[in-house]
C-alpha cells in the first residue's frame, strides 16, 4: 500500500514538473547517473547545469526521484541516458509521456552489448538481460563520449567549435587511459576475479579478464551457490574479490576468508571515473604481483 501511494504521489510531481507549462532552460542537461555528468561538464566546459538523476550513494535499481530532480527534467532540452540502467527502464516512459519535448539520446548506440543470458559451468545458473554498466570501460566510455559529443553539437550548433577543443582533450585522456589499462592488465597471470555485484562486464571483456559474480539477478547468492564460488575459487586460485562501496561487505568477508582472499571497495557510479578505472585496475596489478 505504501509503494502505490509513494508511486502516486510521485506521478502528481512529475506531471507538475513537466507540464508544457514549464520553462525550458538551454543550460540545462539531463543525466542518469555521475559518469556521464563527468563527460558532459569536461566536453561543455563546466558551463551547464547538468541534472544527475541517480544521486551519489543510491542505486540505479531502486531509487525513486525527487521533485526538484523533475522540475530540473522539466527546464531541459536533452535527456542523455546510459542505455539498459533500470532506473531508465522504469522512469524514461514517464518522462517522455509528459515531457514531450524533451529530446531523448541512447548514449550506448553502436556499442557491442553485452547479453547476460549465460550458463556458467561452475554456478549451473542462467539469467537474461542486457548488462548496462557500459561506461566502466575505457573502450566503451569513448564510444559514449562521441555519442554525447554528437549530441550536444547539434543540439547546441553555436557552440561546436567549444565543445569540440573539449571533446578532443578528454578523448586524447581517454585514449591514453585505454592503452594504459591494457598495457597493465596484458600480463597478468590470473586472469579472473570475483565480484559482489556484476559491474565489471564490459571492462573484463575489453581488457581479456573475466569477472565471477557473487551476486545474481540482484540477489544475494544461496547457500548453493555459495558453496560453488567458494570452490571454484580455491580450485582456480582466484583471490581478488571486488564489491561496490553501497553494498554490504559481509558476504564479501566470509567468502574472502574462505578463499584467503583480498577485497577490494569500488565505486563504478563515482564522478571521478578516470581515477576509479585507474584505481580498479591498478588494484589487479597488486595483488597479481602478490600471489
Not at 15 to 20: F, K, Q
Not at 84 to 91: D, H
Not at 213 to 220: A, N
Not at 270 to 291: A, G, H, R
Amino acid at each position: 500500500m505504501r509503494n502505490i501511494l509513494v508511486l502516486l504521489i510521485t506521478a502528481i510531481v512529475f506531471t507538475a514538473c513537466t507540464s508544457s507549462n514549464t520553462e525550458k532552460n538551454e543550460k540545462v542537461i539531463t543525466v542518469s547517473i555521475l559518469p556521464q555528468k563527468y563527460f558532459v561538464d569536461r566536453i561543455t566546459g563546466y558551463t551547464f547545469e547538468v541534472n544527475v538523476m541517480v544521486p551519489p550513494g543510491a542505486s540505479p535499481a531502486t531509487y525513486e526521484p525527487t521533485a526538484k530532480q523533475m522540475m530540473l527534467l522539466g527546464g531541459s532540452l536533452i535527456y542523455l541516458k546510459v542505455g539498459y540502467i533500470e532506473f531508465e527502464k522504469i522512469w524514461l516512459s514517464k518522462i517522455v509521456s509528459t515531457n514531450k519535448n524533451i529530446k531523448i539520446i541512447d548514449t550506448s548506440k553502436g556499442i557491442g552489448l553485452i547479453e547476460n543470458s549465460s550458463t556458467h559451468n561452475h554456478e549451473g545458473h542462467t539469467h537474461a538481460g542486457i548488462d548496462p554498466h557500459i561506461w566502466v570501460s575505457p573502450k566503451m566510455a569513448k564510444i559514449m563520449l562521441r555519442n554525447i559529443y554528437n549530441a550536444l553539437s547539434q543540439l547546441y550548433p553555436d557552440e561546436t567549435v567549444y565543445f569540440k577543443e573539449n571533446y578532443n582533450k578528454l578523448m586524447e585522456e581517454i585514449n591514453d587511459l585505454d592503452i594504459k589499462t591494457a598495457e597493465s592488465l596484458s600480463n597478468l597471470q590470473k586472469k579472473e576475479f570475483l565480484i559482489f555485484h556484476p559491474a565489471l562486464s564490459y571492462f573484463a571483456r575489453d581488457y581479456g579478464l573475466k569477472q565471477i559474480p557473487i551476486q545474481l539477478e540482484g540477489k544475494d547468492p544461496s547457500p548453493a551457490y555459495f558453496r560453488k564460488i567458494i570452490s571454484y575459487a580455491n580450485e582456480n586460485d582466484i583471490r581478488t574479490i571486488f564489491i561496490q562501496e553501497e553494498f554490504d561487505i559481509e558476504n564479501a568477508k566470509v567468502i574472502a576468508g574462505e578463499i584467503s582472499g583480498n577485497i577490494i571497495q569500488i565505486n563504478p557510479l563515482d564522478y571521478n571515473w578516470p581515477k576509479q578505472i585507474e584505481q580498479i585496475t591498478q588494484s589487479l596489478v597488486d595483488f597479481d604481483k602478490n600471489q
